[in-house]
């Protein structure tokens, strides 16, 4: 099991930028597929990105494709998402999760360890 939490959120201005990050705990982080998943408000959740245990694998929501990059910095046992472009649509809470030896998992119920969330606003 690993421990997640997540920070970076903010209020920021359509057209802007956020990098959101999630800080994992222990020593077998380089073992965990990481993902990134977002809930807005009376919605369900959704996948966002994702990225394979050793970092080769990447795979995206059609909706955030060449405006979100995952990346994953295994000796600081955290992961990223760099968000662009951002819209009023992106505005949700946005958790990470991890999974052991893993490649880029979609499927939320896949996953096994969650954060708490960290809330990113996206003003018109």
């Known amino acids: 099991q690993v421990q997640l939490v997540e920070s970076g959120g903010g209020l920021v201005q359509a057209g802007g930028s956020l990098r959101l990050s999630c800080a994992a705990s222990g020593r077998t982080f380089s073992t965990y597929a990481m993902g990134w998943f977002r809930q807005a408000l009376g919605k369900e959740r959704e996948f966002v990105a994702a990225?394979?245990?050793?970092?080769?694998?990447?795979q995206y929501a059609d909706s955030v494709k060449g405006r979100f990059t995952i990346s994953r910095d295994n000796a600081k046992n955290t992961v990223y998402l760099q968000m662009n472009s951002l819209k009023p649509e992106d505005t949700a809470v946005y958790s990470c999760?991890?999974?052991?030896?893993?490649?880029?998992?979609?499927?939320?119920?896949?996953?096994?360890?969650w954060g708490q969330g960290t809330q990113v606003t996206v003003s018109s």
């Open positions: 990225i394979s245990w050793n970092g080769d694998s990447t």
């Open positions: 999760a991890a999974r052991r030896w893993a490649g880029p998992i979609t499927v939320e119920n896949e996953y096994r360890d």
